[in-house]
């Protein structure tokens, strides 16, 4: 494949560990209740209850519950400055800063490379003001709280970073892309610690209109618990989800000196374009797989030494059935019965977080040795022939896994996630 | 470590038209007048200059002004990159954040749903929506549709990223690209940087937060009057491709600059950050790439008329320079231009290699910073540096060297 070049030399030199995670998702408010809720296997997607969503073609989604703002990192100032969304990122991300005993700083080269999602207006926002011709400055307070990198200005003074916080939008890909791009930051020695991730809601009546109107939801409004069915022969669309996961990367040496706790280790990355429709894959798939192929490359593995991928799956008809072929076209080979699944019957699609909410699960799957469940399947897709991770939640050996996130636009982003030994 | 990176072609789009010739001519006019054309390209007719016109149907005015500035960028690359078909190609471009008026696809449908009060049902909005608006409507605004169509444009198949990260994103971009040539994953980069910051939704947030200047038509960098204080949009999109120093793809036509490195840094947790950081990073900088101060001939500065800023650039780069005896010039494109936002940064270096090669070397008086270094060039000092600095205190510099056809040692 063009992409597929031999492992660099940088990489014995620097190597790239987690040692902080944080989540905010349907399934809860910290990584603990995220990680049982995945184990359990039960669907949280429900009615829309943040607004009226009864009129919406698409009126369910997977919504955070009895979520509280831990602002205590954050100034009322900036508070004033943060999205719904972004308060999720905040959340998760001081969960994976605590967890990495961050952010004492002892000097080292610090830098925040999030994914940040399409910051879309408040519909009531939107009614009042410029709909309306309105354009006084009061009214325009809260409007910064849409630009997408004011999660990360944010968390960029609360790590006390030293480098400009990036935000990276490649729709569904972002937070992966980020995640991608901070693992780079630190192999190519441009800084130590590196906090990244993605934060995004997409429950919103803006945000619903997009998707039902390009006829990507699922229209199973009736039944929002198995409304999402990655890879099933009935499947009908994706369902949406808020959230947020929040990761801090470090170079090994500087967490070992530090005794900072280690999670897993991120071996390779992937990413490339395959631009065809700004809302549909091109029918080969070759720039999935070619993603594919770059981060094993990268990770200097080769395809039967992963033991599960967490596809994309966003659940709708096209991405399932061309992921599968890519999947296969990079596995048959050499490991045609690698186990794959999409979470996303459990977490929803979290746009701009989904990259980093799988890549968390990933890390997780790695940390405990159990394999997470497919949920939502009622009989596998003809059309999707790769072989499906069980039902529930199972021990299994893993040394590494790779997480796939797939964007609109264009965008493909692999990620390799290796065992922490 | 330094770079050795090439910048072989440019295209752009701004308020003194499509391309670097017409910035030129722009700009070498006798008149020591810093009037300019308005910033704004809110009624710039990008059609005639697209080649695939049916696009105009996906994307936001933003999206096409970007466009057309990477449609130039290929008239310009014409005869450079034959042969190279097989390079592995990335793409790196810094987006807006899309502004409210970038929705108004959503008005045709509020407006189908006032209720007899004139507020906007919800209720009604969602079952009219897919009806009345049509389904890519809804993504015009997506940050990414450029990095969609011009990677398409321009077979850029390999590594790619959208940054939304604000003045800073194309600076960002462009080190990022750097990187990847550098480790061997591309061999050809195309990198931009677009901006539409001129409508009323975003100068109103601008202005509720009192970072809009709104006593002048134009930028005042480097005042300490009030009422100077605050900066003044653009609207335009510029794109170069990189290539590696070692590989580059026309034996018979030089490049336009060679990029040396970058640097980025920030106030980080100390919004009253004095310059120090800014200074601490300069110096990295430029002992990273391996040139004293005294060989830098050129500052574009950034200059975005936020006060609070631009005293901290200030005050760090008279630091820096402190010990140097000839200052180097200064210049600032924001004069011209407006704050370009998202795509600055980058046009500078193209202006670099044209004020390099001119047989003036005094900043032609548009570009002139009153109150800074003088502004004239000793072009026997080779390299550029270039700032960025974002309204939140994140500041990138990058340092080129220009490739000049004359020789001034």
Known sequence: MMFNKQKPLWSDQRRVVVTG????????????????????????????SHFDASSFPHSIGYQVQDFKFAGDLVTKKERDLLSRAAMYGCNAAFEALHAAGLPSSRGERRAVILGGGLGTPDFDWLSRTAYRGVFAREAYRDAMKQFPYMLGQVMNRVIGANQAAATIHTAC??????????????????????????????????????????????????????????????????????GACMMVLEELNHALERNAPIFAEITGYGITN????????????????????????????????????????????????????????????EHPNVLVNSTKSLTGHMIAAAGAMECGICIKALQEQILPPTVNLFEQDPNCSVALAPIKATPMPMDYVMSNSIGFGGSNAALVIKRYH | MRNNISINAVGMNCNTGVGSAAFFNFIDTTSHDNASPSYSLEYFQPLSYL??????????????????????????????????SNWRRGFFVSSPSPSPLDRANY???????????????????????????????????LPNAVQCFG??????????????????????????????????????????????????????????????????????????????DGTICGDGAVFMTLASGDTSPSAEQPPLA?????????????????????????????????????????IFLNASGVQKIDQVEKAALETVFQEVETKPATAATSLVWGNLMEAGGLGEIMLSQWLYKRNAATVPGKLQVAGFFEPTIDRRKKYVLIN???VFGDCTSIIVEPHATNDFS
């Open chain 2, 51 to 84: 080649s695939e016109k049916k696009l105009l149907k996906s994307l936001s005015q933003s999206g096409a002004i970007a466009l057309v500035a990477l449609e130039n960028l290929r008239s310009d690359l014409g005869s450079r990159y034959n042969g190279i």
């Open chain 2, 107 to 141: 008005f045709k449908a509020m407006k189908q749903s006032e209720q007899d009060d004139g507020e906007v049902s919800l209720r009604k909005f969602g079952a009219v929506f897919t009806q009345a608006t049509p389904p890519i409507t809804g993504l015009l605004a």
């Open chain 2, 258 to 298: 060679n990029y040396l490195g970058g640097i980025t840094c920030s106030m980080g947790a100390n919004s009253d950050a004095g310059p120090e950081f800014l200074i601490t990073a300069l110096q990295k900088l430029l002992k990273k790439v391996d040139v004293d101060p005294e060989e830098i001939g050129l």
């Open chain 2, 151 to 228: 990677s398409r444009l321009v077979g850029a198949n390999g590594p790619n990223v959208t940054y939304t990260s604000g003045e800073i994103g194309g600076h960002l971009a462009l080190m990022r690209a750097a990187a990847n040539i550098n480790h061997g994953r591309i061999d050809l980069a195309f990198v931009g940087g677009y901006s539409f910051a001129t409508d009323r939704a975003n100068t109103s947030t601008l202005a509720a937060h009192n970072l809009l200047n709104e006593h002048h038509p134009r930028i005042v960098p480097y005042s300490s009057q009030s009422q100077d």
């Open chain 1, 274 to 333: 395959s631009a065809y429709r700004l809302t549909d894959l091109h029918p080969d798939g070759l720039g999935i797989a070619e993603a594919m192929a770059m981060a094993l490359s990268d990770a200097a593995i080769s395809p039967k030494q992963i033991s599960y991928v967490n596809a994309h799956g966003t659940s709708t008809l096209n991405n399932d059935q061309i992921e599968a072929a890519a999947i296969a076209r990079v596995f048959s080979q």
């Open chain 1, 173 to 242: 890909a972002s937070s992966a892309q980020a995640i991608g791009e901070a693992y780079q930051s630190i192999l190519f020695d441009e800084a130590d610690v590196v906090l990244t991730g993605g934060a995004d809601t997409m429950l919103e009546p803006l945000q619903i209109t997009v998707f039902a109107s390009l006829g990507a939801s699922s229209r199973r409004n009736d039944d929002p618990a198995t409304a999402c069915r990655p890879f099933d022969k009935d499947r009908d669309g994706l369902v949406v989800g808020d």
């Open chain 1, 21 to 48: 995670l944080g989540a905010v998702s349907a399934l809860g408010n910290n990584l603990s209740e995220n990680w049982q809720g995945i184990l359990s296997g039960i669907s949280k997607s429900d009615k829309i």
């Open chain 2, 388 to 390: 960025r600095c974002s």
